[in-house]
């Protein structure tokens, strides 16, 4: 669809597409889970990313299912972006942000000051360019690997906080 779309409260994504023109805006307290529900199925599909920007100002938390990237979109984090991969880092899988096969999108995303990007468990960004101002953590025995084509760049901190923890850039 078009046009901008605010989100107060508590919102729920299960999968599908975020196509369209416009904004998605997660409001200051307001929160928005990427939900992998373990006994209904048909909700643990991928999500897209295929033009629509979105805003956190709020909470997102990404709890599996992992997210494609058909067409350049910005996501412009104020708040806090937390990712609780099931994978361990003893575990060769990945939580997945990636390009979709024959399609050339990425994802900018703005860590602003004062934000924070929170990972858990096993995670690759491979369709993200991350232009990091606040804190970017990687928390207990995870991996985030920023594997984007494109440079990741900014003023913001970097920490493994756990000594199991690893940040890597490819």
């Not at 207990?140 to 920490?159: D, F, I, V």
Request: charged share 15%; glycine share 16%; hydrophobic share 35%.
């Amino acid at each position: 669809g078009t046009g901008d779309v605010v989100l107060t409260g508590e919102s729920l994504w299960a999968g599908g597409t975020l196509g369209g023109n416009g904004t998605i805006t997660v409001a200051e307290g307001a929160t928005l889970t990427r939900l992998v529900h373990p006994n209904v199925p048909e909700y643990n599909g991928d999500l897209y990313f295929a033009g629509r920007n979105l805003v956190n100002q709020g909470t997102i938390t990404w709890t599996g299912g992992n997210m494609g990237v058909e067409a350049n979109v910005t996501l412009t984090n104020e708040g806090l972006f937390e990712i609780q991969s099931p994978y361990p880092k003893t575990s060769e899988d990945f939580l997945l942000w990636a390009q979709v096969v024959g399609s050339n999108g990425v994802v900018t995303f703005n860590n602003q000051s004062g934000a924070t990007l929170r990972a858990r468990g096993n995670t690759g960004f491979g369709a993200v360019i991350l232009n990091n101002k606040g804190d970017v953590e990687v928390v207990g025995s995870s991996r985030l690997a920023l594997a984007t084509p494109g440079e990741h760049q900014g003023t913001g901190h970097y920490q493994a906080v756990d000594a199991d923890a690893s940040l890597e850039f490819h």
